[in-house]
């Protein structure tokens, strides 16, 4: 397991032949380190003493090249070290992560996701740094040493003696100055985490903060860390520096008795000057190997520590394996037996007691009882979610306990009660489960994976086909992709028109040249047409010096700024203080990624006149006027005034750009597709009103239609399975992100299949198909055990079990259980019936 | 269409030149289960919920539906029926101004009546979805909430006994709801 591993084994499991290069290079270079010393002793022993200037020329070139090629090498080991400690700690962090993410959801429970997150990112990054230096820096630094102290004793043994003699000091003292460093930085490791779950749980409950007003009480708990902190780094730092700077004197104190021995033995005699020269040089190049031996040492020393604590910290053994040391796989049928079955936490609070039941493959149990009994906990033991205490639950005869996490994700689909949608498209996260069984990310393993076929089935079977329609039918098309599709696009639009038009009047804002379009943008408004000129683009206008000049001369420029203004003070009203979700701004102007810059700029033009705004802030107030949607953005109302002026300049924007700049602007011909609008505005050449479910509903039925007939509708469906759902999948209703949910458990085709209450966000109708689908496709296929929260889906199941407090009180058919009149009997009739 | 206009604004609204949020956030200050709360989270409730316009007969929910709405007559009247066997039975009336369904925004019940449009009716609709999405943002609300929702069912008893309990002794048996 990593946490078991010593920082050293990263060391050792790094890449040897970079570790061998690196020694090479290391050799090499405290060989170029000893020749400036004896060029020094030559050029003035020999050289000048002997006054030859050939010589001094040779000697003075070698010294050059030792010194350049020192210093070449010296880079080359920093790189290869730097690459090696990066490596090390790219490695560091994947394997932990892995390590993290199998570890029991009771660790969870406790754990803050900030410690997690800085253990990962930053407390292990001394660790990389020292797994770099770990080879390179002892070895070059004490070779090095070895090299010039052995250069000493050759020039004078007496005086390198000498030289010595402080050594043994700095080396007994420093490590005690260092084993109180290391304490204090425990501490700060400790204290940092600290403070890194304060901040998140502050920053979790800030709206308490806020309702409450307790900013007071809040920096005064966080102030207590900080200054907690405060003196453990400045005693940490304290112990470090007194460490260097003991270091440090004892060297300097090297010369003053080289200086007075060395001097002495000169004015005797016996000591040539050159030798002196070169011994002072040598004893100063001591210096920075010792220093740096001793910077290593701390690295070290921290490393160690802060490596140390993050592993005890995710000391925990995951509960199963991952996968079967032979990498087998079982595959079972499905019959679950339960036999005793407890599960217990923390001071004997029994949430499951002697729970027996059997099923057969293919069977189907409904688990039923008020909340808290224990239903949604036992279908979780069930799928090794939660580890039961006691008793038995085997799947065909094999222990869940026992199983590895690679035989329950092929044999068990959980359905949870609030299932997680992750960060990707539609597609990836319908094929998320089949995905997770693949061996390998390899394209070979890939073709494994579901169709397109099998993934629309099951799109329509848990009833999220017309939603992701939807989204196909939200596509905007580039003007030079879909050629074929486009021109059927354009049929359908015809057909549309001729036998919907009237019709669906109510529902749909249809492009009129004559009326304001309520539900297009002002600058859709203004241009009426496609763009063929890059410069005409809806996005590109703002910018768009001729388009610019135009509102000018229209007189609707001011108007269209004091629109934004108005915009961007009612955006920042309403959202100002909410959190980036896109829930929120689906009907602001203004996304998500702009709102802290519009924010700032209603700060800094607070009070001031129109004319006063400068430049810049009067262009990102027209550039949101612009994107201007009355239909959508219904925060401002836009005034009748405006509204004509802008269906005037319309007209007179048409004339200009045909005169001026023709053909960079196509007006709206039911002939033409309009490569800036989607789909769906392309087929109904106008625009939906508004997104209420009945509307969409009435538009949505003609448009299926239509596709069927033109033999489209899958190719749409499948632009809309790459609709991006956002992080956490925001971007989805409740009931769409359970339907991907149920769908992708689906695909996965699982013999057994655990429903956690898994339709509770879905409509009546919804609901009511799953639970067809149950009763058809999946009986005697999967074993199905099914959490439901209501009474009415349950007759279709084979057995039914009512839980109270932890226990299976009646279990049966549900005509059994009826008739006995007992606990379901209640629960039916009771006073709940409607619930 | 072209007199349609983009949204259901009454005429009233649009002389005042109040957008439709504005509006919006005036309805939720006079509804009473809302009125109590602070304006950030009105604001919110205000900007998040939608105009749905019924035509007469239109069915706005159906009995036995778990749609979790609550609705506010802004023009417009609309039937409560209550559906027994193939009779349908209409129970009352809501007219402009009416707030309906409040319960069903904080529990998952199925309805126990029909509401169907009497004639062109315009609603402000608040869905489950956005309510919950308020409360996190804004979660000191809920207990004001809860508690003008307690003290609704409690007045609606404390009227009944007092209007109709003497009188009624088939009624008596089915009293109590105020002390669930």
Not at chain 1, 164 to 192: G, H, W
Not at chain 1, 640 to 667: I, W, Y
């Amino acid at each position: 397991m990593i946490t078991k591993r010593p920082l050293f084994y990263w060391v050792k499991t790094g890449s040897m032949k970079l570790q061998i290069l690196l020694l090479i290079v290391i050799v090499v270079t405290v060989g170029a380190r000893v020749v400036p010393l004896e060029m020094q002793k030559n050029i003035v022993n020999k050289a000048i003493a002997m006054r030859r200037v050939d010589l001094l020329f040779m000697y003075c070139w070698l010294y050059l090249a030792a010194v350049v090629l020192a210093g070449g090498l010296k880079y080359a080991s920093a790189v290869l070290q730097t690459y090696i400690g990066q490596e090390a700690l790219s490695r560091i962090r994947k394997e932990l992560y892995a390590h993290i993410l199998t570890l029991p959801h009771d660790f969870f429970r406790k754990a803050s996701s900030g410690m997690i997150v800085s253990a990962l990112v930053t407390e292990v990054a001394t660790a990389g740094e020292f797994v770099g230096q770990a080879v390179a820096v002892p070895l070059t630094n004490l070779l090095t040493l070895i090299a010039f102290a052995a250069y000493m004793f050759y020039l004078n043994p007496l005086m390198a003696l000498l030289s010595f003699v402080t050594y043994p000091i700095v080396i007994i003292i420093v490590p005690r100055l260092q084993a109180r460093s290391n304490r204090a930085n425990k501490q700060r490791v400790d204290t940092t985490r600290k403070i890194s779950s304060k901040i998140g749980e502050t920053i979790t409950g800030i709206h308490e903060v806020h309702a409450n007003g307790s900013y007071r009480i809040e920096n005064r708990k966080y102030g207590g860390y900080v200054d907690q902190l405060f003196k453990i780094r400045v005693i940490w730092i304290l112990y470090k520096q007194g460490a260097k700077a003991l270091n440090s004197f004892f060297q300097n104190l090297g010369p003053f008795i080289l200086f007075l021995v060395g001097g002495w033995l000169a004015i005797n005699g016996r000591f040539d000057l050159g030798a002196l020269v070169a011994f002072l040089s040598a004893y100063e190049k001591l210096y920075d190997p010792w220093k740096e031996l001793m910077d290593f040492y701390q690295i070290y020393q921290d490393a160690h520590v802060s490596y140390g604590r993050i592993m005890e910290y995710f000391d925990v053994a995951p509960p199963h394996l991952l996968e079967a040391p032979d990498g087998k796989v079982q595959q079972f049928e499905g019959t679950i037996s339960v036999k005793d079955v407890s599960f217990t936490v923390g001071n004997n609070i029994n949430l499951l007691k002697q729970i027996n039941l059997e099923l057969k493959p293919g069977n189907q149990l409904a688990l039923v009882g008020f909340s808290g009994s224990g239903k949604s906990t036992l279908a979780q033991c069930i799928a090794q979610l939660y580890d039961y205490t006691g008793g038995s639950i085997r799947i065909d005869g094999a222990e869940v306990f026992e199983l590895t996490k690679k035989d329950v994700a092929r044999n068990i689909g959980v359905v949870a009660q609030a299932p997680y949608i992750f960060d990707g498209t539609i597609r990836e996260n319908l094929l998320y489960s089949c995905e997770a069984l693949l061996d390998s990310d390899s394209p070979e393993e890939k073709e494994k994976l579901p169709g397109l076929d099998e993934m629309i089935q099951v799109m329509q079977q848990v009833g999220i086909f017309v939603d992701v329609l939807r989204f196909g039918l939200n596509k905007v098309i580039a003007a030079d992709q879909e050629k074929e599709l486009v021109q059927k696009l354009i049929r359908i639009r015809h057909n549309f028109r001729k036998e919907f038009g009237e019709e669906l009047e109510e529902y749909v804002e249809f492009f009129d040249l004559r009326s304001y379009l309520y539900f297009s943008t002002v600058a859709a408004n203004l241009t009426f047409g496609n763009p063929n000129a890059d410069e005409f683009a809806l996005e590109q206008l703002p910018s768009n010096a001729y388009f610019l000049d135009f509102l000018d001369r229209a007189q609707i420029k001011n108007p269209l700024v004091n629109l934004g203004r108005e915009l961007t003070e009612q955006a920042v009203d309403i959202l100002g203080n909410l959190p980036p979700d896109e829930a929120f701004f689906q009907n602001s102007p203004i996304s998500i990624d702009e709102f802290d810059d519009y924010k700032a700029l209603i700060l800094r033009t607070k009070g001031l006149r129109l004319h006063e705004i400068s430049d810049e802030d009067r262009h990102m107030l027209l550039r949101l006027a612009l994107r201007f949607v009355p239909g959508i953005h219904k925060m401002v109302g836009l005034p009748k005034m405006l509204e004509n002026l802008l269906l005037d300049s319309r007209h007179m924007f048409m004339g200009t750009v045909a005169k001026d700049r023709p053909g960079a602007v196509a007006f709206y011909r039911m002939d033409d597709y309009i490569h800036t609008q989607t789909v769906l505005d392309n087929i109904l050449f106008g625009k939906p009103r508004g997104d209420q479910p009945k509307a969409q509903d009435q538009v949505n039925q003609r448009i299926i239609q239509l596709l069927i007939e033109e033999d489209l509708l899958e190719r749409v469906v499948e632009i809309g399975m790459n609709f991006a759902v956002g992080t956490k999948g925001d971007r989805l209703s409740g009931g769409q992100k359970q339907k991907l949910a149920i769908g992708r458990i689906f695909l996965k085709k699982p013999p057994v299949l655990i429903m956690d209450e898994a339709t509770s966000a879905l409509d009546n109708r919804s609901q009511q198909r799953i639970q067809n689908l149950l009763e058809t496709k999946w009986k005697g296929k999967s074993t199905v055990i099914s959490v439901v929260h209501r009474l009415d889906t349950i007759k279709g199941f084979d057995k039914v079990a009512v839980m109270k407090s932890g226990k299976i009180m009646e279990i049966g058919s549900y005509e059994e259980l009826i008739a006995r009149k007992g606990l379901l009997y209640e629960l039916v009739h009771g006073a709940r019936a409607g619930a | 269409m072209q007199e349609r206009g983009y949204c259901m604004n009454s005429f009233t609204e649009q002389e005042q030149g109040l957008s439709e949020y504005q509006a919006n956030l005036e309805i939720f200050m006079q509804v009473p289960l809302f009125s109590g709360l602070p304006l950030d989270p009105l604001k919110l409730l205000a900007y998040l919920s939608t105009r749905e316009s019924y035509k007469a007969d239109e069915v706005i929910f159906q009995q036995g539906e778990v749609d979790g709405n609550a609705y506010f007559i802004i023009t417009g009247k609309a039937r409560l029926i209550l559906d027994e066997n193939d009779s349908k039975k209409v129970i009352k009336e809501y007219g402009e101004g009416d707030f309906i369904g409040g319960l069903s925004l904080f529990c998952r019940t199925k309805r126990l009546f029909s509401l169907q449009a009497a004639a062109k009716t315009v609603c402000l609709v608040l869905t489950r979805e956005k309510l919950e999405k308020t409360l996190e943002q804004f979660p000191g609300i809920t207990r004001k909430i809860l508690e003008e929702i307690l003290a609704t069912v409690y007045q609606w008893e404390f009227r009944f006994v007092t209007e109709y309990g003497r009188n009624c002794s088939s009624c008596l048996g089915a009293l109590g709801v105020s002390l669930v």
